[in-house]
């Protein structure tokens, strides 16, 4: 009973917090086709965080294109279109490619039976934009990671339509060199990945997650343990965190996210979105899974954390409050919502989900210092409806307010 009420008063506690904390609102496009991902980060170099967008745009393919918005002033942004020929346009990451100019870049996929994978940089305060691979089946999730150790960002693939996991190793970005290397040629339908170590040697490890859009016939969670050699430097076989085949349970995995959730040991642990679709029935209250890396015996091992939700579609891991446990802020498709989760420093303990504002269908999220007041900033997609002429979509920036 002791240990129940200390942790039940701690949780009042960072629910007092948690709503203690006001958000505003301030739109950064209102006319984009159908806003997929997002991403903040300064991609120009020393003026402070940008947006770059990818749009769907919907039916109608010629509306698909990657946006950039920079120079926030005074609630104001400055709108630049860096590509309008990326039909489908979907998958979205950033990282220092590179190396050279001291500036972030980001990659963008758009996801066609004849997809490509772009690369945009700026230098000399000029956008350069260089294709990696064309000609690809529906590539989707991208991640961008330096694994070999030359400075140089590495760029990490699910080609959805192929069923392939691919490396393009970074041999010299300045003359847009790439090695295609397939970590995986058989693993149906790739749907996001993400980089970090996830055991206990000094490599960097690939987590993949698996998901059939429309049929929801597999899926699963695998990570492809880095090595000391190869090339590419992973394990050809991967190691199974979740799988599923049955139809009547299947709950979608999404989004992935690493990072440490339990800060009482210094393990990264997996937060993963599931879309809760099964079939034609759709389960709406599922959410998150969090799996929690414990050793046993030399070995990581997972526990698995249900955290209801409401259609989870995308989250971003970041510390809110200056703790010692890191808190994440979610969009929800169905629920139409942005929401924070709280953590505490006893985990599985979770609080929320907290309703930050309302977007309608959101897809994308990204967290960052926006207005340079030392307090973390939510940007979210919202995908809307409709056909690209009369579509009703948008994203928007929620910012903190001081308490």
């Not at 790739?190 to 987590?207: F, K």
């Not at 049955?246 to 937060?271: C, E, H, M, W, Y």
């Not at 979770?350 to 967290?367: D, S, Y």
Request: hydrophobic share 40%; with cysteine; glycine share 10%.
């Amino acid at each position: 009973m002791r240990i129940t009420a200390y942790i039940l008063l701690i949780s009042l506690c960072w629910i007092s917090l948690a709503l203690s904390q006001g958000w505003d609102r301030t739109t950064v496009y209102d006319d984009l086709p159908g806003p997929i991902q997002v991403v903040a980060a300064d991609f120009r170099g020393g003026t402070g965080p940008d947006v770059v967008t990818t749009a769907w745009g919907h039916a109608n393919a010629e509306c698909g294109k990657v946006v950039l918005a920079y120079n926030y002033s005074n609630g104001g942004w400055t709108e630049v279109v860096v590509d309008a020929g990326m039909d489908h346009a979907a998958g979205l990451a950033f990282g220092d490619i590179d190396g050279i100019n001291g500036k972030l870049d980001f990659v963008a996929s758009n996801l066609t039976p004849t997809g490509s994978i772009k690369w945009y940089t700026y230098v000399s305060d000029m956008l350069s934009t260089n294709t990696i691979a064309s000609n690809l089946n529906q590539p989707l999730g991208l991640a961008v990671e330096d694994v070999d150790g030359d400075d140089d960002g590495d760029v990490f693939a699910a080609i959805y339509g192929e069923g392939e996991v691919v490396m393009y190793r970074n041999d010299d970005a300045s003359q847009n060199d790439w090695e295609t290397l397939v970590i995986d040629d058989d693993l149906p339908y790739p749907y996001a990945v993400a980089l970090g170590h996830l055991d206990l040697d000094a490599y960097i490890d690939l987590v993949v997650t698996t998901t059939h859009l429309g049929v929801w016939d597999s899926e699963g969670v695998y990570i492809y343990h880095g090595t000391a050699s190869g090339n590419p430097p992973f394990e050809s076989t991967p190691e199974t965190v979740y799988e599923q085949i049955d139809p009547a349970t299947l709950k979608s995995p999404r989004s992935v996210r690493i990072g440490k959730l339990n800060p009482q040991d210094n393990f990264n642990d997996l937060l993963i979105s599931f879309a809760g679709e099964s079939g034609p029935a759709i389960r709406s209250t599922f959410g998150f899974v969090a799996f929690l890396a414990y050793e046993d015996g030399g070995n990581i091992l997972w526990n698995e954390f249900p955290i209801s939700s409401n259609d989870a579609r995308d989250t971003w891991l970041t510390d809110f409050y200056g703790t010692t446990a890191l808190d994440f802020a979610a969009t929800t498709l169905r629920g139409h919502q942005v929401q924070m989760f709280v953590s505490i420093p006893n985990w599985p303990y979770v609080n929320g989900p907290f309703t930050i504002g309302n977007c309608p269908l959101g897809k994308g999220i990204a967290v960052e210092d926006i207005t340079a007041s030392s307090k973390k900033d939510i940007v979210a997609a919202c995908y809307g409806e409709g056909q690209c002429t009369y579509m009703y979509s948008y994203m928007m920036m929620l910012i903190r307010l001081e308490q």
